[in-house]
């Protein structure tokens, strides 16, 4: 059996949305004969005429197109080549798709694939993890999958939300990934997963850092430690019942994300599990996110600003001593 890496999954998503809703297209730059900055969109043209178009370069422009689309009644999936132009149409998504179903009971079912995180060489600009501050927006939905099976289902149910969906597929993935199928079952949008059940610590994670964090976790159980780790899967909603009954096994956490520290999703999972359940906790919750500093281009700093799985090892390490 051949085996479909990361990026194919999503392809295959798309391909089956577009035969099985007329209501679906899909619009971005380069996404029609091109197949996508990425391939994500391979032959979808040739497959579906009409429904997989070039877009201008401008983002702001390809999301209010996507706004009024949805409000007539289609399901737009827009592809932005990277995550960080996503930044330009910024206001057309929080200040319009957001909210428009709180202003006019209208839905918006639109969903903005982000090519996010870092790759070796890729530098400041093609880097960046926005789903904090996207999650901040009341009105999205935003789901960070860190599985092939995952970011297949994801992207099905993500076309079948009424609500606008920031779709977090990171880039990294995209070939280092793989499964042996598709699957066939899912688990909810909103649901973690305990991807590894453990005794000792929890280290709640989601994209491309649950597989560091697995990394270390085996590693870690040469010395004899057990960690759980807990995939979050989306980041709004929050799967926070998870989380805490995982800290109530374990007694400690470490949350790990690639995404910059002030204000991210490693913070929020820290607040409410702080204040939701103080009395679980047999140490100070810690987190570890890449550097404050933009994502640099060379390949080996590029490795030292962002979490691996030596230095979740590290943090774990100081984490089973408190």
């Known amino acids: 059996?051949?085996?479909?890496?990361?990026?194919?999954?999503?392809?295959?998503?798309?391909?089956?949305?577009?035969?099985?809703?007329?209501?679906?297209?899909?619009?971005?730059?380069?996404?029609?004969a091109?197949?996508?900055?990425?391939?994500a969109t391979k032959n979808l043209a040739h497959q579906f005429p009409?429904?997989?178009?070039?877009?201008?370069?401008?983002?702001d422009a390809m999301i209010g197109m996507a706004i009024g689309a949805a409000i007539e009644g289609m399901r737009p999936i827009i592809e932005m080549q990277f995550a960080d132009?996503?930044?330009?149409?910024?206001?057309?998504?929080?200040?319009?798709?957001?909210t428009l179903f709180y202003r006019t009971e209208v839905p918006c079912p639109l969903v903005v694939r982000l090519p996010c995180g870092g790759t070796p060489g890729s530098g400041p600009f093609h880097s960046q993890s926005l789903e904090a501050i996207y999650a901040h927006f009341p009105g999205l939905v935003v789901m960070t999958p860190a599985t092939?099976?995952?970011?297949?289902?994801?992207?099905?149910?993500?076309?079948?939300?009424?609500?606008?969906?920031?779709?977090?597929?990171?880039?990294?993935?995209?070939?280092?990934?793989?499964a042996e199928a598709l699957p066939t079952t899912a688990l909810p949008v909103g649901k973690a997963r305990i991807t590894r059940p453990g005794r000792d610590a929890t280290i709640v994670t989601y994209s491309a850092m649950l597989h560091e964090a697995?990394?270390?976790?085996?590693?870690?159980?040469?010395?004899?430690?057990?960690?759980?780790?807990?995939?979050?899967?989306?980041?709004?909603?929050?799967?926070?019942?998870?989380?805490?009954?995982?800290?109530?096994?374990?007694?400690?956490i470490l949350v790990v994300s690639e995404a910059f520290p002030w204000g991210g999703v490693a913070a929020e999972v820290i607040a409410h599990v702080s204040s939701e359940g103080f009395g679980l906790l047999d140490a100070p919750p810690q987190r570890l996110n890449s550097k404050d500093t933009p994502v640099p281009?060379?390949?080996?700093l590029w490795g030292t600003h962002r979490p691996t799985a030596s230095?979740?090892?590290?943090?774990?390490?100081?984490l089973l001593k408190l």
Request: hydrophobic fraction near 45%.
């Open 1 to 32: 059996m051949n085996s479909i890496t990361y990026l194919e999954a999503i392809r295959a998503a798309q391909e089956r949305a577009l035969e099985e809703d007329s209501r679906v297209f899909i619009y971005g730059q380069d996404v029609g």
């Open 34 to 39: 091109f197949g996508g900055a990425f391939k």
């Open 50 to 59: 009409g429904r997989v178009i070039d877009a201008p370069i401008s983002e």
């Open 85 to 98: 132009f996503s930044l330009c149409a910024f206001n057309q998504i929080v200040n319009h798709a957001a």
């Open 148 to 178: 092939v099976e995952d970011v297949y289902t994801m992207l099905l149910e993500a076309i079948e939300i009424d609500d606008p969906v920031i779709f977090c597929e990171h880039k990294f993935l995209y070939y280092h990934l793989k």
């Open 214 to 252: 697995l990394v270390a976790a085996e590693e870690l159980r040469k010395d004899g430690y057990e960690i759980e780790v807990v995939d979050l899967r989306s980041v709004k909603p929050l799967d926070t019942n998870t989380i805490l009954a995982s800290v109530a096994r374990t007694g400690r």
């Open 297 to 300: 281009y060379h390949p080996l």
């Open 311 to 318: 230095t979740i090892i590290s943090a774990l390490h100081r």
